[in-house]
T-cell receptor, first 112, second 116 residues
Framework: SQQGEEDPQALSIQEGENATMNCSYKTSINNLQWYRQNSGRGLVHLILIRSNEREKHSGRLRVTLDTSKKSSSLLITASRAADTASYFCATVTNSGNTPLVFGKGTRLSVIA | SAVISQKPSRDICQRGTSLTIQCQVDSQVTMMFWYRQQPGQSLTLIATANQGSEATYESGFVIDKFPISRPNLTFSTLTVSNMSPEDSSIYLC?????????????FGPGTRLLVL
């Protein structure tokens, strides 16, 4: 069953704007990972944030994690047309070597 | 990171036939996973395949329909048996590897399957 729920389901912005996607989950986690998928291809790992971390940066990406609210956000700054893709959050629970459970994803369109 | 390759990258198959998808990883990993992504949907875990043991299937997936082999620490196969149009999906192989960030999971490029 789905652990994470992203919102919005779809987001359309102009190039240069910032894009924020949110993810909520249901159970305690060990870590949360964000992925990008272009046009039905394989998933590209973007960033991992551990349950004891609150914020993480990687280039134009900023991820926050609020374990009290069971939510995370992915911010893409100064978006580019090449950022157009689907973005998924996925969680690993605290129960040992459990597999990733994915949310439904946000489809981001960046218009040039 | 991990370099994962899958074969075939895509295929069009007739109903009632079977297709075996291969997954090759650039180095040894303990845990390998197979996911399915139906059109316009998110990823759903089919099974976890650890070397030296039987695959563990998620609810809704059975070994007779999706037999998995894991002969060594760098390779796995997933067979989609007796296919129907409902099996049309992207099938993705995935591995987990420890990194400086934590236990990071990586994905292959996927196999796009269309069943007619």
């Amino acid at each position: 069953s789905q652990q994470g729920e992203e919102d919005p389901q779809a987001l359309s912005i102009q190039e240069g704007e910032n894009a924020t996607m949110n993810c909520s989950y249901k159970t305690s986690i060990n870590n949360l990972q964000w992925y990008r998928q272009n046009s039905g291809r394989g998933l590209v790992h973007l960033i991992l944030i551990r349950s004891n971390e609150r914020e993480k940066h990687s280039g134009r990406l900023r991820v926050t994690l609020d374990t009290s609210k069971k939510s995370s956000s992915l911010l893409i700054t100064a978006s580019r047309a090449a950022d157009t893709a689907s973005y998924f959050c996925a969680t690993v629970t605290n129960s040992g070597n459990t597999p990733l459970v994915f949310g439904k994803g946000t489809r981001l369109s960046v218009i040039a | 990171s991990a370099v994962i390759s899958q074969k075939p990258s895509r295929d069009i198959c007739q109903r009632g036939t079977s297709l075996t998808i291969q997954c090759q990883v650039d180095s040894q990993v303990t845990m390998m996973f197979w996911y399915r992504q139906q059109p316009g949907q998110s990823l759903t875990l089919i099974a976890t395949a650890n070397q030296g043991s039987e695959a563990t299937y998620e609810s809704g997936f059975v070994i007779d329909k999706f037999p998995i082999s894991r002969p060594n620490l760098t390779f796995s196969t997933l067979t989609v048996s007796n296919m129907s149009p409902e099996d049309s999906s992207i099938y993705l192989c995935s591995v987990r590897r420890g990194t400086s960030e934590g236990e990071t999971q990586y994905f292959g490029p996927g196999t796009r399957l269309l069943v007619l």
